[in-house]
């Protein structure tokens, strides 16, 4: 998922935490003795608030903290999970490292493609799907191992895949 | 014995997760062994080191010694405990079932240890992707806390400790011990230069001890039944204890399994008690027995072949994180490798040069190969660049881990890299059935 990591995307709004929210950051601050060290907790907070963290929301961080916007992009940019730009409603992650390539996770990779048809760290024009490829996930003994948003799906095959993209397409509300 | 499960003995067990399910089955018993029982820190100290319990994170370092390397005198400065529970290594998914399916003994094993190393404040350092072992976790401490296991006073003993479940964010590095404390205080995860060891100076300039989630659950049943127990299950006295073992790649039944440390690799692949044979009975290749880092072995190695620590340093590879990767007779080794090199070239933390520049190089010129586009030369350039890579030439052994299924994939599999260069196609497996269609 490299690819995608090198800026942030603003928003075009400010970022300004709800009040729940509020409350979480500051319990989280209280478990470390310097406000760096709750920098990834809330920037999970702050995801979870918006679905991603915008050039907005990272400054709002940052104030928060007392951090410079520059240590916070510094930080987003180097692990693979926060979103620096909107990703679809089902965020679809097949692993492709070892266990899960000898069981055909590029294949697996293939079929989403043509079925969604997008590439990979690309968007259904609908804004319900992301397709991105992860490293080991830790679902090796049922591969290929894929996760949808925070929950894992496995062993997936193509017929599988099938199924629940019918399921995640046609969920209520949507 | 042997067929005692002691660190698994509770997964698949309904509501294995809960608090009473886990006092039933004598649950915080030790934990209430040591504290209302008269044990000083340095008893238990003592006790694991006769235990022989080594690491489970991939070193097998002693964990009785590395707690003793905590300096007497700390000029004020409080001691950490931080459980790694960042398990990224590929073909690793031990800790995972550990936490999701039984997550109060690996707590009880964090108040113990923390207990051992006098620290107030403890966190469970656990990969992002792991959502359900974070909230099974939470919902686990905040059962402990209610039930006076955890915060100020811990069952009257005057003894108190506070731990949280720390979110990583997707970055494999931050499971190298200084990474994950880099990470931890809220910055990039890359790697420490050592000295000073954490044990001196880690988290938040304090003494720092990094255990993996195996290693701490160990703890718990060292106290409960003994060092003397501990130390007599397992091959010999330099490799102690139950141990999981990840089986993944085309056998009948992969899965984590517990056996006495030193299972022999041919028992783990094809016993009824494990692996249950290859898929479709077709024949063993090549093994990874320690993870994506660990050096492979070919079927003629894996004879006689004790999993532990000394058991695979003696056949010039590691027991790393026990993730035991099987591959059978159509794999072919150059997609493997460049498969490996993928990972290593995506993961590298970027600090030092060599494994930076290195490990893009590597995955380059094995997909040249593996595309048939390469040429002889490739061959010596890959042991070339992977020389240049290891030897500490860096921060972290991260890059010595990306240079070991290359160059021994090319040690020994060199005619199947020479037949790749020179027919341009695969040996074996699919592609090399559809490249075979082209007429010579
Ligand atoms: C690149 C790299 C990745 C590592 N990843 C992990 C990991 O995911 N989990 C882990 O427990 N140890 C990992 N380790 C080992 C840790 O650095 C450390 O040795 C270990 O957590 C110590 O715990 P132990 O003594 O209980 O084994 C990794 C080491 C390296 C060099
Ligand atoms: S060896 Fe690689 S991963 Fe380790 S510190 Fe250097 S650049 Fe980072
Ligand atoms: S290799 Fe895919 S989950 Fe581990």
């Not at chain 2, 934990?31 to 820190?41: A, D, H, I």
């Amino acid at each position: 998922m490299s690819h995608r990591r090198y800026s942030v995307a603003e928003s075009g709004q400010p970022a300004v935490f709800p009040p729940e929210a509020l409350k979480r950051i500051d319990e989280l601050l209280a478990r470390y003795p310097t406000k760096q060290a709750a920098l990834l907790p809330v920037l999970w907070v702050a995801q979870e608030t918006w679905g991603w963290i915008s050039k907005e929301a990272a400054e709002e961080v940052a104030r928060l903290l007392e951090l410079t916007p520059a240590h916070i992009d510094g930080v987003l940019t180097f692990y693979t999970m926060y979103n620096l730009s909107p990703v679809g409603r089902h965020l679809i992650q097949v692993c492709t490292s070892i266990s899960c390539h000898l069981a055909g996770a590029e294949g697996l990779i293939d079929h989403c493609r043509k079925r969604l048809g997008i590439g990979l760290e690309e968007t259904t024009a609908d804004g319900k799907f992301t397709l991105v490829e992860v490293e080991c996930i830790a679902g090796c003994d049922k591969a290929p191992s894929i996760m949808v948003n925070d929950t894992y799906v496995e062993p997936v095959d193509g017929k599988k895949m099938d199924e629940l993209i019918e399921r995640l397409s046609s969920e209520a509300g949507e | 014995m042997a067929d005692e499960k002691v660190l698994l003995a509770r997964v698949g067990k309904e509501n294995s997760r809960a608090i009473a399910g886990y006092r039933e089955d004598g649950g915080y018993e030790a934990l209430k062994t040591v504290l209302t029982g008269g044990w000083t820190p340095e008893k238990l100290i003592d006790e694991v080191k006769r235990s022989g319990l080594r690491g489970r994170g991939g070193a097998g370092f002693p964990t009785g010694v590395k707690w003793g390397f905590v300096p007497k005198d700390t000029k004020g400065k409080p001691i950490y405990l931080l459980c790694n529970a960042d398990e990224s290594e590929p073909g690793t998914f031990k800790d995972r079932l550990l936490m999701e399916e039984d997550p109060h003994q690996v707590i009880e094993g964090i108040i113990l240890s923390a207990y051992a190393l006098k620290c107030r404040t403890a966190y469970i350092y656990i990969r992002g992707e792991f959502y359900l072992g974070a909230r099974v976790l939470d919902e686990a401490l905040a059962e402990a806390r209610r039930e006076g296991l955890l915060g100020e006073n811990i069952l009257g003993s005057g003894y108190s400790l506070d731990l949280w479940v720390h979110r990583g964010a997707g970055a494999y590095i931050c499971g190298e011990e200084t990474g994950l404390i880099e990470s931890l205080e809220g910055k990039r995860g890359q790697p420490r230069i050592k000295p000073p060891f954490p044990a001196v100076s880690g988290v938040f300039a304090a003494p720092t001890i990094v255990n993996n989630v195996e290693t701490l659950a160990c703890v718990v049943h060292i106290v409960k039944r003994g060092a003397e127990w501990f130390s007599k299950i397992g091959r010999n006295e330099k490799n102690t204890g139950p141990k999981l073992y990840c089986l993944s790649g085309p056998v009948n039944r992969p899965g984590v399994y517990e056996a006495p440390m030193g299972l022999q690799m041919k028992d783990l692949i094809f016993g009824e008690a494990y692996g249950q044979g290859m898929k479709n009975g077709r024949p063993v290749k090549v093994v990874i027995p320690g993870g994506a880092s660990a050096a492979m072995l070919t079927p003629a190695e894996i004879e006689d072949c004790p999993l532990d620590f000394d058991g695979l340093a003696a056949k010039k590879s590691m027991l790393g994180s026990a993730a035991i990767i099987v591959m059978n007779e159509d794999t072919c080794i150059v997609n493997v490798a460049q498969n490996l090199a993928k990972f290593f070239a995506h993961e590298s933390c970027g600090q030092c040069t060599p494994c930076r520049e290195g490990t893009p190089w590597l995955h380059k010129v094995l997909s040249r190969i593996e595309a048939g586009e390469g040429r002889l030369e490739d061959i010596d350039l890959l042991e070339r660049i992977s020389n240049q890579m290891g030897n500490g030439m860096t921060i972290c052994v991260f890059s010595d881990a990306a240079i070991a299924p290359v160059l021994s994939s090319i040690a020994k599999f060199r005619d199947e890299y020479r037949y790749h260069v020179t027919e341009k196609r695969c040996l074996v497996g699919p592609r090399a059935g559809a490249a075979a269609l082209v007429p010579a």
